[in-house]
Nanobody
Framework: QVHLVESGGGLVQSGGSLRLSCAAS????????MHWYRQVPGKQREWVAQ???????NYANAVKGRFTISRDNDKNTVYLQMNSLRPDDTAVYYC???????WGQGTQVTVSS
């Protein structure tokens, strides 16, 4: 069974940084495009970033230039480095494997002004 477990969320001041991790088990992330999404209560889940099996990356306009997605295939883990955080980045962040459509349980990120 495939599991994705996010970690690294927390409370940070505006302008600060966090690095989220998404550890996979039951699958090999090297064969799947991996995504990060985020969701604010009462709003739809929003796509944030993706990294393909070839290592190509894409970002939502709202985070471009501030967030960086990466993967470590040896550790079977995907990361989201978040810099210059703003209060409107506050959300629960989820990772998703395109292969199989599996979601993690999410990790809360709160940015204070």
């Amino acid at each position: 069974q495939v599991h994705l477990v996010e970690s690294g969320g927390g409370l940070v001041q505006s302008g600060g940084s966090l690095r989220l991790s998404c550890a996979a088990s039951g699958m090999t992330i090297s064969i799947s495009t991996m995504h990060w999404y985020r969701q604010v209560p009462g709003k739809q889940r929003e796509w944030v970033a993706q990294i393909t099996t070839a290592g190509n990356t894409n970002y939502a306009n709202a985070v471009k230039g501030r967030f960086t997605i990466s993967r470590d295939n040896d550790k079977n883990t995907v990361y989201l480095q978040m810099n210059s955080l703003r209060p409107d980045d506050t959300a629960v962040y989820y990772c998703r494997a395109a292969l199989g459509g599996v979601w993690g349980q999410g990790t809360q990120v709160t940015v204070s002004s």
